[in-house]
């Protein structure tokens, strides 16, 4: 299997190994295979008596085509072990009125969906860097609001050929995220705080991508840069696998017959999670409706109903971080599959000069088909973690919240009984204080505080990698925060790089 820009400019296709090692393809497009596996009811059905390594790793299979089968099952096998994953990697929970179905994918060792991509997917690209003959080390570089931080420096730690730098806000994360980031263990990670937001990281991390002279000194020193986030193909293909995994689970559990469709709704961000769950459609699996739930920043909802993605707005500061994005970059692959490289050019051209573009209508019913948009306000995600508690005694955090708020507004519009698989991306743990404020306990002093309280209040247990955070030894002090403009130097310098 090929992988083609979504841009055009690598007509003749790279290998899978390529594409994981490279990240961003050299016209700045996203990489895409050249065509999508089929995935037959037989085949289904036989993925229904597996494990989930075993099912991760003949789904990755059909996409990963220069991987051998023994390299994926070893992968998948290490990368979602029981010790990784106690409770499963990818379990669900009924809600009370049984047509929504939790798809908690927060089990691994951050607590947050990510882990599912970040586990295995520096397995990938240490393989990738033997089969493509590179020598040089890779040296990957994350700029983080929090979450996508702390689950690459889990995934990287102690992987071969690979050694990562993570960048923060000193002031503009949370304080349990702060010690998951500064007590990380490993030989090859360095985490650093910066001055500024994370913006200012975030742009650090861009200079340093784009230039040539750093590149060259780098390789000089036996290194070059990649990167971790969703808009590479390796972070990608494993999300594929756990809508699959639900799927068979569903039907081994008697919610659903072989064959019968589902509705699937992903609180969604970076469009990395809801595009992986559009794919596994695509291949064959029994999905109606994708339901896109977005918080306050709801420019995905105001796409899919009128065709129009416009940047040129306000940007809030939410209870769901994670989603607090008005670049969802992984957009740009299903406009690619749906409706080609030259749409796709024109209009990721039109959103770099104008941060707008249009669809036509054509075009927007074509999306509409599929996809449903709804978005939850503050207030109506924090009502959906009170309700729910009520109901179902079952705590969901505010991300998943927005997607549970999602998933009700569809119901109430449609009244339809189709089964609602709704992915369920952080423990609520993660984002204790602001769960203890939506169902009402005891105000919490901190973050820190607010775990004990949950705990205290709900019996819920306190999840193992955040139960003993406090007592961790700190190995990358918080209060020593360089300039933005000194990020390179920082890392240089603790890595050995002249
Ligand atoms: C990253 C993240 C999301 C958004 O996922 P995308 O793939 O970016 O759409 C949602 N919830 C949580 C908890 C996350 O960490």
């Not at 033997?130 to 702390?150: C, F, M, N, P, Q």
């Not at 200079?207 to 808009?231: C, G, H, M, Y």
């Not at 709801?298 to 989603?323: C, E, K, Q």
């Not at 740009?332 to 209009?347: H, I, Q, S």
Request: aromatic share 8%; hydrophobic share 40%; proline share 5%.
């Amino acid at each position: 299997m090929k992988y083609i820009s979504t841009r055009g400019g690598t007509p003749e296709g790279v290998s899978a190994a390529q594409a994981i090692k490279q990240g961003l393809a050299g016209d700045g497009g996203l990489f895409m295979p050249e065509s999508l596996p089929v995935l037959s009811t037989q085949m289904l059905q036989s993925l229904c008596d597996k494990t989930y390594a075993q099912r991760a790793a003949q789904i990755l299979g059909m996409y990963l085509t220069d991987y051998t089968e023994g390299e994926l099952l070893a992968d998948c096998t290490a990368a979602y072990e029981e010790s990784r994953f106690p409770g499963g990697a990818a379990p669900l929970a009924p809600l009370s009125d049984g047509k929504r179905i939790l798809l908690e994918l927060w089990h691994g060792p951050t607590c947050a969906f990510k882990d599912m991509a970040l586990q295995i997917m520096p397995k990938l690209l240490s393989r990738a860097l033997k089969k493509t003959g590179e020598h040089r080390t890779a040296l990957i570089l994350v700029a983080t609001s929090g979450d996508t931080g702390k689950a690459a420096l889990e995934g990287y730690r102690d992987v071969d050929g690979v050694k990562i730098a993570v960048f923060y806000p000193a002031h503009g994360v949370s304080r349990v995220q702060k010690l998951q980031m500064a007590t990380q263990e490993g030989n090859n990670v360095f985490v650093q705080s910066i001055h500024g937001n994370f913006d200012d990281a975030q742009s650090g991390v861009k200079r340093i991508f784009s230039d040539p002279d750093v590149a060259k000194r780098l390789d000089e020193n036996q290194v070059f840069l990649s990167s971790a986030n969703s808009i590479n193909w390796g972070r990608l293909v494993p999300q594929i696998v756990y809508y699959i995994s639900a799927y068979c689970d569903l039907v081994k559990n008697g919610t659903i017959r072989m064959g019968e469709r589902i509705h699937v709704c992903v609180p969604t961000g970076n469009f990395g999670n809801i595009f992986a769950a559009y794919l596994a459609k695509r291949m064959g699996l029994p999905i109606d409706r994708l339901l896109c739930a977005s918080n306050k920043n709801h420019i995905l909802t105001d796409f899919l109903r009128t065709g129009v993605y416009d940047r040129n707005r306000a940007f809030y500061t939410t209870m769901s971080p994670s989603m607090d994005i008005l670049i969802s970059s992984n957009l740009e692959r299903l406009l690619y599959v749906t409706f080609g490289t030259e749409k796709t050019a024109a209009w990721m051209k039109s959103l770099q000069k104008t941060g707008s573009y249009e669809l036509g209508q054509a075009e927007l019913a074509v999306l509409q088909k599929e996809f449903s948009g709804y978005f939850c306000e503050e207030e109506q995600t924090a009502s959906t973690i009170r309700e729910v508690y009520a109901d179902s005694h079952y705590l969901c955090d505010p991300h998943t919240a927005v997607g549970v708020g999602a998933a009700k507004q569809y119901l109430d519009q449609t009244q339809d009984s189709t089964p609602i698989l709704i992915a369920s991306t952080a423990s609520p743990y993660k984002f204790a204080y602001d769960v203890c404020k939506a169902i009402g306990t005891p105000l919490p002093e901190n973050d820190l505080a607010a775990l004990h309280v949950l705990h205290d209040v709900t019996g819920t247990p306190i999840p193992a990698p955040l139960a003993d955070i406090e007592r961790r030894t700190v190995r990358f002090e918080p209060e020593a925060a360089v300039e933005a403009a000194d990020m390179l130097q920082s890392v240089s310098g603790y890595f050995g790089i002249r």
